[in-house]
């Protein structure tokens, strides 16, 4: 046994600790479980701190020892090092788990492992090792619970102590966007520096001339990063210009454009993300950007069952009789899950897109010049409504037949994880999402993956997302497949008067291997859903329902805290946009107000954007999961603002956005995977996985990053993150990082939308 000597050091409580004479550290963060679980995450059971411990219930242990996990991030072991393990802990009853420290992602090398038995007397364990493999500072630290007995383990004091291994990131403090700019653009570039005095800087062009220099602008602190900013304004620049490079002192940009074409290729590429994430189709190398991207198909068919096994929280379900074939459609994330409720947003923001050409004189029907590759390519229909229709034809084969009686939990039963199930006439509603009864691992392409797939519970959400997008499908292809539209109209006026009947049947997060968007509150839902109906079919029912509603003719706040900004869980800005674009039979002093409504939004992001070091349209209190979206869909109405006024500051903002996205942010990375000298290769994706495995291939290019997420720090990376990161700067390229490096089809569809806006050549 070593000899340990502990020093507290300050009120922070920072363990010195000399271990054979040599001084280390503790290593691990909330060790002590101080009210919370800040540091650690979790998955297959829920966990709950208290008493100055975490106890985990394990409702459904699963099949395999990593099914029900407790883990702690950010453990880099170096090589030869000495470390000590120690915790207490106790069960309910006699059982065991895994006490391991590997390495994060495959191989998942384990650089310690054993097995701990526990009972209901509380004990301490205590393991010394030396590390002897190579130096990991991607090491996590694990309690693996899973394929054991059900019941709560509890476990206390617990501690890593030894010299962490780290490898520091050295960011360049000249950030700009990677591509370039358009002609007509704010040319924005910023250079984070301590000094608060103007600093000299040097454009040079491609032949390594310097052809202008200045003194940057001082900005002061931009409290979403907590950074000194600077900021150089090349706006006067509008001819072009390829490969230029700003210098300020020993540091310089990345080589960047000036030309009308910028945008001109991702919109192609960002609209080829969701053709590469289809189920149930051969992804073939002639529609890909490279061959390694092809793939046999997933889920052919996707035939799934009502679940009919215990819940994550010990609800046991009783199943059904009913078999669905759901095959179709786009996997929503970098899982196998498909989910109605996120595939509403994602399809209304493309042929928001779409019917934004149809129906506003000085934009362009998207993708008309042709260019997109997909196997429906050159049938006669707009490439981007083929691709749209893939997904649409999913979500109406998840609609339930008539007749079929189902168990549902009624009534908002979210404060209580003990669900009180009630049979239901479910005709017409619509299922939540299919996915696999648990989670798979990565890298696993879709067609290799063997878990047997449900489609868990219907939903009142996931029936009300169905009665928009249908309704708004039905419109779109009157005139071009009048049967197709037909049958969309119908699917919409069931579900809605399925879900007038059914309206409180909620979504939770109970079922491990999928993610749960749950929502308890569907008034914005109920009013999208009529806003659709009424402009489809000018029904007065409609109309009543949609005035009766809070939130006729609302658009966003722009508030820092983004409490109303349009996405999944809030979809009542999306009914008043479309009131403001699509042609209706309200009053005209009705569209004029939403459009009105409209205008406000974009002034208070054209005025945040204006505030903010990096020019963005996001002043919020924390930055959320999925930040970059946010930021685009801010950019849609500043897109639509410029539209409706013609004022070029709105567009420019909306460029602005863009600019942040590729590559102008704190980070000085794009988040646009392919796009620009330094962007983002690792995101959360089971087949784009080749940071973790060299025979998968890496990213396509074109897809969104979540970004910055100093909200949510329940992945393996983003525990070891919190406090030692601020907004903008709560982000780290890494697949294990599924909270900031995630993918998403809600996320690109406004990449979709924004790019192709950009490249209609108001700013050439």
Same mark, same amino acid.
């Given at each position: 046994?070593?000899?340990?000597?502990?020093?507290?050091?300050?009120?922070?409580?920072?363990?010195?600790?000399?271990?054979?004479?040599?001084?280390?550290?503790?290593?691990?963060? /909330?060790?002590?479980?101080?009210?919370?679980?800040?540091?650690? $995450?979790?998955?297959?059971?829920?966990?709950?701190?208290?008493?100055?411990?975490?106890?985990?219930?394990?409702?459904?242990?699963?099949?395999?020892?990593?099914?029900?996990?407790? =883990? +702690?991030?950010?453990?880099?072991?170096?090589?030869?090092?000495?470390? *000590?393990?120690?915790?207490?802990?106790?069960?309910?009853?006699?059982?065991?788990?895994?006490?391991?420290?590997? +390495?994060?992602?495959?191989?998942?090398?384990?650089?310690?492992?054993?097995?701990?038995?526990?009972?209901?007397?509380?004990?301490?364990?205590?393991?010394?090792?030396?590390?002897?493999?190579? &130096?990991?500072?991607?090491?996590?630290?694990?309690?693996?619970?899973?394929?054991? /007995?059900?019941?709560?383990?509890?476990?206390?004091?617990?501690?890593?102590?030894?010299?962490?291994?780290?490898?520091?990131?050295?960011?360049?403090?000249?950030? %700009?966007?990677?591509?370039?700019?358009?002609?007509?653009?704010?040319?924005?570039?910023?250079?984070?520096?301590?000094?608060? @005095?103007?600093?000299?800087?040097?454009?040079?062009?491609?032949?390594?001339?310097?052809?202008?220099?200045?003194?940057?602008?001082?900005?002061?602190? /931009?409290?979403?990063?907590?950074?000194?900013?600077?900021?150089?304004?090349?706006?006067?620049?509008?001819?072009?210009?390829?490969?230029?490079?700003?210098?300020?002192?020993? +540091?310089?940009?990345?080589?960047?454009?000036?030309?009308?074409?910028?945008?001109?290729?991702?919109?192609?590429?960002?609209?080829?993300?969701?053709?590469?994430?289809?189920?149930?189709?051969?992804?073939?190398?002639?529609?890909?950007?490279?061959?390694?991207?092809?793939?046999?198909?997933?889920?052919?068919?996707?035939? %799934?069952?009502?679940?009919?096994?215990?819940? %994550?929280?010990?609800?046991?379900?009783?199943?059904?009789?009913?078999?669905?074939?759901?095959?179709?459609?786009?996997?929503?994330?970098?899982?196998?899950?498909?989910?109605?409720?996120?595939?509403?947003?994602?399809?209304?923001?493309? !042929?928001?897109?779409?019917?934004?050409?149809?129906?506003?004189?000085?934009?362009?029907?998207?993708?008309?010049?042709?260019?997109?590759?997909?196997?429906?390519?050159?049938?006669?229909?707009?490439?981007?409504? &083929?691709?749209?229709?893939?997904?649409?034809?999913?979500?109406?084969?998840?609609?339930?037949?008539?007749?079929?009686?189902?168990?549902?939990?009624?009534?908002? *039963?979210?404060?209580?994880?003990?669900?009180?199930?009630?049979?239901?006439?479910?005709?017409?509603?619509?299922?939540?999402?299919?996915?696999?009864?648990?989670?798979?691992?990565?890298?696993?392409?879709?067609?290799?993956?063997?878990?047997?797939?449900?489609?868990?519970?219907?939903?009142?959400?996931?029936?009300?997302?169905?009665?928009?997008?249908?309704?708004?499908?039905?419109?779109?292809?009157?005139?071009?497949?009048?049967?197709?539209?037909?049958?969309?109209?119908?699917?919409?006026?069931?579900?809605?008067?399925?879900?007038?009947?059914?309206?409180?049947?909620?979504?939770?997060?109970?079922?491990?291997?999928?993610?749960?968007?749950?929502?308890?509150?569907?008034?914005?839902?109920?009013?999208?859903? #009529?806003?659709? !109906?009424?402009?489809?079919?000018?029904?007065?029912?409609?109309?009543?329902?949609?005035?009766?509603?809070?939130?006729?003719?609302?658009?966003?706040?722009?508030?820092?805290?983004?409490?109303?900004?349009?996405?999944?869980?809030?979809?009542?800005?999306?009914?008043?946009?479309?009131?403001?674009?699509?042609?209706?039979?309200?009053?005209?002093?009705?569209?004029?107000? #939403?459009?009105?409504?409209?205008?406000?939004?974009?002034?208070?992001?054209?005025?945040?954007?204006?505030?903010?070091?990096?020019?963005?349209?996001?002043?919020?209190? @924390?930055?959320? $999961?999925?930040?970059?979206?946010?930021? %685009?869909?801010?950019?849609?109405?500043?897109?639509?603002?410029?539209?409706?006024?013609?004022?070029?500051?709105?567009?420019?903002?909306?460029?602005?956005?863009?600019?942040?996205?590729? =590559?102008?942010?704190?980070?000085?990375?794009?988040?646009?995977?392919?796009?620009? #000298?330094?962007?983002?290769?690792?995101? +959360?994706?089971?087949? $784009?996985?080749?940071?973790?495995?060299?025979?998968?291939?890496?990213?396509?290019?074109?897809?969104?990053?979540? =970004?910055?997420? &100093?909200?949510?720090?329940?992945?393996?990376?983003?525990?070891?993150?919190?406090?030692?990161?601020?907004? @903008?700067?709560?982000?780290?390229?890494?697949?294990?990082? $599924?909270?900031?490096?995630?993918?998403?089809?809600?996320?690109?569809?406004?990449?979709?939308?924004?790019?192709?806006?950009?490249?209609?050549?108001?700013?050439?």
């Amino acid at each position: 046994m070593k000899t340990i000597t502990t020093t507290w050091r300050n009120s922070a409580f920072a363990m010195l600790v000399v271990i054979n004479g040599v001084q280390a550290q503790e290593m691990i963060r /909330n060790g002590q479980f101080n009210g919370h679980t800040d540091g650690w $995450w979790y998955s297959g059971a829920e966990v709950v701190a208290q008493d100055n411990q975490a106890c985990i219930d394990i409702q459904n242990p699963g099949t395999d020892p990593w099914s029900v996990i407790l =883990g +702690h991030g950010g453990v880099g072991l170096a090589q030869s090092e000495s470390y *000590q393990l120690s915790f207490d802990a106790y069960a309910e009853s006699e059982t065991q788990f895994k006490t391991l420290i590997q +390495h994060e992602g495959p191989p998942y090398t384990h650089h310690f492992i054993v097995d701990t038995e526990v009972g209901p007397s509380k004990k301490h364990y205590q393991y010394d090792f030396t590390q002897t493999n190579d &130096s990991d500072a991607r090491a996590e630290f694990q309690f693996q619970l899973g394929a054991q /007995n059900t019941g709560r383990i509890c476990v206390s004091n617990v501690s890593l102590i030894g010299n962490p291994y780290m490898e520091s990131v050295t960011i360049s403090p000249i950030r %700009a966007n990677q591509l370039g700019f358009l002609p007509q653009a704010n040319k924005y570039i910023y250079v984070q520096s301590e000094q608060t @005095q103007p600093l000299d800087w040097t454009l040079v062009d491609q032949n390594g001339v310097n052809i202008d220099a200045g003194k940057t602008q001082y900005l002061g602190v /931009n409290k979403a990063s907590a950074e000194q900013l600077h900021r150089v304004d090349l706006s006067h620049y509008s001819v072009p210009l390829t490969q230029l490079v700003l210098k300020v002192g020993e +540091h310089e940009s990345f080589a960047f454009d000036i030309r009308d074409s910028i945008y001109h290729s991702l919109k192609y590429d960002a609209l080829s993300y969701f053709y590469q994430n289809r189920s149930g189709i051969d992804i073939k190398a002639d529609f890909v950007q490279r061959p390694d991207l092809a793939r046999p198909a997933g889920h052919l068919p996707d035939i %799934a069952r009502c679940f009919d096994q215990k819940d %994550a929280w010990g609800n046991s379900w009783p199943g059904c009789d009913l078999t669905m074939d759901v095959t179709g459609g786009w996997y929503d994330a970098g899982d196998h899950g498909k989910y109605v409720v996120n595939s509403g947003i994602t399809v209304w923001t493309l !042929l928001n897109l779409y019917e934004r050409g149809q129906w506003l004189e000085n934009a362009k029907i998207p993708f008309a010049e042709g260019g997109v590759k997909i196997p429906e390519a050159g049938n006669g229909v707009n490439p981007l409504l &083929s691709e749209v229709r893939w997904n649409v034809e999913f979500m109406l084969a998840m609609q339930i037949p008539s007749g079929q009686k189902l168990f549902v939990p009624k009534g908002d *039963q979210s404060a209580d994880k003990t669900l009180r199930l009630s049979e239901i006439d479910a005709s017409d509603m619509v299922f939540h999402k299919v996915a696999d009864g648990e989670w798979t691992g990565a890298p696993l392409a879709p067609h290799e993956d063997t878990q047997s797939r449900y489609v868990g519970q219907p939903s009142t959400a996931a029936t009300l997302n169905l009665a928009a997008i249908s309704a708004q499908c039905a419109r779109i292809w009157k005139d071009i497949d009048a049967e197709f539209s037909a049958r969309c109209l119908s699917a919409a006026e069931r579900a809605w008067q399925a879900a007038n009947r059914h309206p409180d049947v909620f979504a939770y997060d109970n079922f491990t291997g999928s993610g749960p968007y749950d929502d308890v509150q569907l008034d914005d839902e109920f009013y999208w859903a #009529a806003t659709e !109906l009424f402009i489809t079919t000018a029904d007065s029912a409609y109309l009543k329902a949609m005035r009766a509603s809070r939130y006729f003719l609302m658009t966003p706040s722009g508030k820092d805290d983004a409490d109303s900004d349009m996405f999944w869980q809030f979809t009542a800005p999306m009914a008043t946009l479309s009131l403001a674009v699509v042609e209706n039979a309200l009053p005209q002093s009705e569209i004029n107000q #939403a459009r009105k409504n409209l205008l406000k939004t974009a002034e208070a992001y054209l005025t945040q954007s204006q505030q903010e070091g990096y020019d963005i349209p996001f002043t919020v209190e @924390q930055y959320p $999961w999925g930040s970059n979206s946010s930021i %685009a869909n801010r950019a849609l109405f500043l897109v639509y603002a410029h539209d409706f006024t013609k004022r070029l500051e709105f567009i420019k903002a909306a460029a602005n956005s863009m600019d942040y996205l590729l =590559g102008a942010n704190p980070m000085n990375i794009s988040y646009i995977t392919g796009y620009g #000298a330094h962007a983002a290769e690792q995101p +959360h994706h089971r087949f $784009w996985a080749n940071s973790v495995d060299e025979n998968y291939p890496k990213p396509a290019p074109g897809a969104l990053i979540g =970004g910055p997420n &100093s909200i949510s720090f329940s992945d393996p990376v983003a525990g070891a993150m919190k406090g030692n990161c601020v907004g @903008q700067t709560c982000y780290v390229d890494n697949m294990h990082a $599924w909270t900031m490096n995630e993918i998403t089809i809600n996320w690109n569809a406004p990449l979709v939308w924004l790019a192709s806006a950009l490249d209609e050549g108001q700013l050439d």
